[in-house]
């Protein structure tokens, strides 16, 4: 089976014991790992895949008990390296009554913002089928110069791109510089998967239709996807284009819902890319990504929660 190489930040997410509160109201935290492209790593195995984490922990207690929760998922974490001077870095997250999300990032800087160009293991890039990143590697140097690379030699390897920005406007210098940064890779990638929201601020609109998505069309994209949370998603390819509703569920917590449905397409394409010619093909592939975001949001965290095959199909077949 084909390789997909996950590259970025994995961290912690302190969430509070009670929901509904601010950060400050919180009588406690527990610990959630997570970090957008650990998690699609994740999805990916916990689907049958075989999947590779490539970035920088600290060399702490954090560290090293990620790098165990990659190993125990079944993600190769050969790709791994720890720095002795930094730690990991952590965020204190709550969805807030009002449902506005609060964050607090410890990254002063954080291990992950500290992975070199000559830290990369090229021999396990090289072998990736799916070299899948985000936005937050590029924030600040080093890390930005060993994202660069690693989609550079992963392209000259062969690999299809996969870009999910995840944008995280409080980590950026400012907004301007968050979109800017982000869109100066778009040209690099095969595949491009934003959420609704990610649309309307790349594009600096409050709109998701087609017109507006199509702006963030290039000639050199396979497939670029918008999600629409319990609403599905939608899809554009140079020959093709429409959407695909997803399935009813008790949402619980939306955390990992992007990652496991990037997690369920990489897996599959991996092994064959034919659906990004045949509308068809697409829009099963569609559906199983759907899916396994939906059952992501029905438990706490994203980790615990990303789906199996078996859960997958489950809702897949439910009447
Ligand atoms: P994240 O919270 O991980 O940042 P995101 O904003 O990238 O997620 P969403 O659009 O929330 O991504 O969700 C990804 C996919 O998961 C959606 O396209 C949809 O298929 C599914 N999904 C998310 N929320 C729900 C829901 N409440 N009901 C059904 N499906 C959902």
């Known amino acids: 089976a084909g390789l997909v190489v996950s590259f970025g930040e994995m961290l912690i997410d302190f969430v509070p014991t009670v929901s509904g509160v601010s950060l400050a109201e919180a009588p406690g935290f527990l610990k959630a ?3 957008a492209p650990a998690n699609v790593a994740i999805a990916v195995a916990r689907l049958g895949g075989r999947c590779a984490f490539l970035g920088k922990l600290g060399d702490d207690e954090f560290g090293r008990m990620l790098a165990a929760i990659l190993r125990d ?3 190769d974490d050969s790709g791994v390296t720890f720095d002795a001077g930094a730690r990991t870095a952590l965020a204190f997250v709550t969805l ?3 449902g506005e999300r609060e964050f607090m990032f410890y ?3 954080s291990a992950d913002m500290l992975l070199t160009e000559a830290e990369l293991n ?3 890039i090289r072998k990736a089928k799916v070299f899948h990143y985000g936005s937050i590697s590029l924030i600040t140097e080093p890390c930005r110069s060993a994202h660069l690379k690693a989609m550079e030699v992963a392209k000259e390897a062969g690999a299809l791109l996969s870009y999910d920005p995840n944008l995280r406007l409080p980590l950026w210098p400012s907004a ?3 979109r800017e940064q982000i869109l100066s890779i778009w040209d690099a990638a095969d595949i491009i998967k934003v959420s609704d929201v990610e649309l309307e601020f790349l594009t600096d609109t409050d709109s998701v239709e087609d017109e507006v998505a199509m702006r ?3 000639p050199s994209l396979k497939l670029l996807l918008v999600t629409l949370g319990e609403k599905g998603c939608k899809y554009y390819t140079k020959d093709f284009h429409g959407s695909v509703e997803s399935f009813a569920v008790k949402q619980v917590d939306t955390t990992g819902a992007g990652d ?9 394409f991996v092994e064959d890319q034919s659906a990004l010619q045949d509308e068809k093909k697409l829009r099963e592939l569609l559906r199983f990504s759907n899916a396994c975001g939906a059952i992501t949001t029905t438990k706490k965290g994203a980790i615990p929660s990303l789906p199996n095959v078996s859960e997958a199909m489950r809702l897949m077949e439910r009447p």
């Open 176 to 178: 301007a510089e968050a």
């Open 107 to 109: 990254r002063n800087p």
């Open 260 to 268: 496991a449905f990037v997690g369920a397409l990489l897996g599959k």
């Open 96 to 98: 807030r009554a009002d």
């Open 216 to 218: 963030l069309w290039r």
């Open 73 to 75: 998922n079944g993600v």
């Open 33 to 35: 790992p997570g970090g």
């Open 122 to 124: 090229l021999d396990l």
